[in-house]
């Protein structure tokens, strides 16, 4: 499951893909315009953003360069829903930082499918480098740097550090956390997820804090 934002003036079109991703286990909130989206990033990050062209307040290419222009958001996807056709239109769109497009009319299929690419494209392990507010994680190294200073790491804390990081800002469920990090068969009792998370605050010192409970859901990095 992500969470994924949609931008889209036309309401029939909106609740389409709201109705089609949500049908597809994801978390998805809908706006029309670029003011309401704007204000929604202020509070949490989606893992993945599918944005129209044409908007009544500001062109969809303009939000795509804002986001690429901003450290905090310029790793989230985008897919751009456009009803310009030529292929310079298409072009502009992924120069200015989009990563796919989906031309309308579109079917539902379609839509899911280019969504569920983008995300298994920029899932954390396909990530090189993730970085916050002075913590650098580095998948390449396979290392964590907090003020440029290593911090070591088992396997499964690094992992779900990694995960809560790129999803930074959104709270992520006991059950989804586990089900990436130890894997849909795994029996032993959620306890353990609470054991490192305990270790994984404890490593990171003051740092360590920004890692909250959130109160029966699961974790969220703020």
Known sequence: MALIYIVEDDESIREIEEFALKNAGHKVYGFADARSFYKALDEVYPQLVLLDVMLPDEDGNEIVRKLRRNADTRSIPVIMVT?????LDLVKGLEDGADDYIRKPFSVMELITRVKALLRRTSPKDVK???MDGLVINNEKREVLLEG????????????????VINRGTV???DLIMDKIWG???????????????????KLGEYGHRIRTVRNVGYIIE
């Open 184 to 202: 849909i068969n795994y029996e032993v009792e959620s306890r353990t997820l609470d054991m490192h998370v305990k270790t994984l605050r404890q």
């Open 129 to 131: 480098l993730l970085e």
């Open 83 to 87: 009803a310009k056709t030529t292929e």
């Open 172 to 174: 992520l469920s006991r």
């Open 149 to 164: 200073n290593p911090v070591e790491l088992t396997f499964k804390e690094y992992e779900l550090l990694s995960y809560l």
